[in-house]
């Protein structure tokens, strides 16, 4: 594999990270999805400001999460059981109090979309994007689909997975937030490895995000401990500026509607010192001849292909540095740090 203007902390590429054991297993069977909505009492500005009720309600608990308001990214307030794991954040109710908008779970992951909760607003997205809140994409996905990459020079996951540990090591221990996860491929390698404090999977497709649970519910060794499911938009992440550790953005950009929002909201989250990784097609490479480079400018499919130099001016145009990429045929995987 090409490998190009490596940043010297990407440069091995063999790394192994000891997996924690996590004492409390994923409990499918007792889990009860139900969403529990805000009591229309609850005023508070701040998880401090809720105290007073917290002490006349000691059967509930407060909290403050990674979670912000798609809408004002205010921090959400939790009202419910206490935790950072599925059964923990499904059974609870999460509240904006800046707009007053509520956010809670659906079947099995938590709703973050400004759309939550509308009624009859519909939003019909670009068709990359439509395409993988189909349920039959989203089965297919893992079962071949994700395979067929390989053809154009993806290396696979458990390599991605490791070349991406590698960039990600200034991140260690904190918050990874694998966004357009799909059916959550790469969430699972990141929640198993014990590397990261908590692993959000988020996704815009509900039927990816469906599938992604029912992953999880079939493997006993990831820990319910650290991993949540989000449905977002990658534009309007629900998250607070500066307060994630890690992003990673497996095959995706290409199927985001608007790539410059979406790298612009990624630089946005990200600490100082937070580490992006994405994985793409490229249109052409370095090494594609000059007699096929017209034909792949004109043939994009519905999809935003890309060149080296545009990923590079993306994420330096929204604030990212330390760009490096490895190529191989039209796969690439770029990383860039918030200065
Ligand atoms: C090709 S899949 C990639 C899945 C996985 N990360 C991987 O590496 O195989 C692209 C994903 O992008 C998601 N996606 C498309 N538009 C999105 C948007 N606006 N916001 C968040 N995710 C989006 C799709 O739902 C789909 O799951």
Redesign the pocket.
């Known amino acids: 594999m090409a490998s190009t203007s490596l940043h010297p902390l990407h440069q091995s590429l063999s790394p192994k990270y000891p997996h924690l054991s996590h004492n409390s297993r994923f409990t499918p069977s007792r889990l009860r999805f139900t969403s529990l909505r805000f009591p229309s009492t609850i005023r508070a500005a701040s998880a401090v400001a809720l105290e007073p009720e917290v002490s006349t309600q000691q059967s509930q608990t407060l909290e403050v999460d990674p979670f912000a308001c798609p809408i004002c990214y205010e921090p959400l307030i939790r009202k419910g059981r206490p935790g950072f794991n599925l059964p923990a954040i499904y059974r609870s109710g999460f509240k904006c109090n800046k707009c007053t908008k509520t956010y809670s779970s659906k079947d099995n992951y938590l709703d973050l979309t400004i759309t939550a909760g509308m009624k009859d607003y519909t939003e019909i997205?670009p068709a990359?994007?439509e395409l993988?809140?189909s349920p039959l994409v989203s089965f297919l996905?893992e079962r071949g689909w994700?395979q067929s990459f390989n053809q154009s020079g993806f290396p696979g996951p458990d390599e991605e997975f490791e070349m991406a540990q590698e960039y990600f090591k200034p991140a260690e221990g904190g918050l990874l937030v694998?966004?357009?996860?799909?059916?959550g491929?790469?969430s699972r390698k990141f929640a198993k490895s014990g590397a990261y404090s908590k692993v959000i999977a988020?996704?815009?497709?509900e039927n990816?995000l469906r599938q992604c649970y029912d992953y999880i519910k079939q493997d006993d060794t990831i820990s319910s401990t650290n991993l949540a499911l989000v449905r977002?938009?990658?534009?309007r992440l629900p998250f607070a500026s500066g307060s994630v550790d890690a992003v990673h953005?497996?095959?995706?950009i290409h199927?985001?509607?608007s790539p410059s929002n979406?790298v612009a909201e990624i630089s946005r989250v990200l600490r100082s010192g937070g580490v992006f990784v994405g994985?793409t097609f490229l249109r052409y490479s370095s090494t594609t001849s000059w007699i096929e480079r017209p034909f792949r400018e004109r043939v994009r499919w519905n999809y935003n292909y890309f060149i080296e130099e545009e990923l590079e001016d993306l994420c330096s145009t929204c604030g990212l540095t330390n760009y490096s990429k490895k190529v191989q045929q039209s796969f690439i995987m770029f990383s860039a740090q918030k200065p």
Request: glycine share 6%.
């Open positions: 997205q990359r994007t993988f809140r996905y994700r694998d966004v357009s996860c799909g059916s491929l790469f988020l996704d815009f497709s990816m977002a938009d990658i534009s953005a497996g095959a995706a199927c985001w509607p979406a994985t």
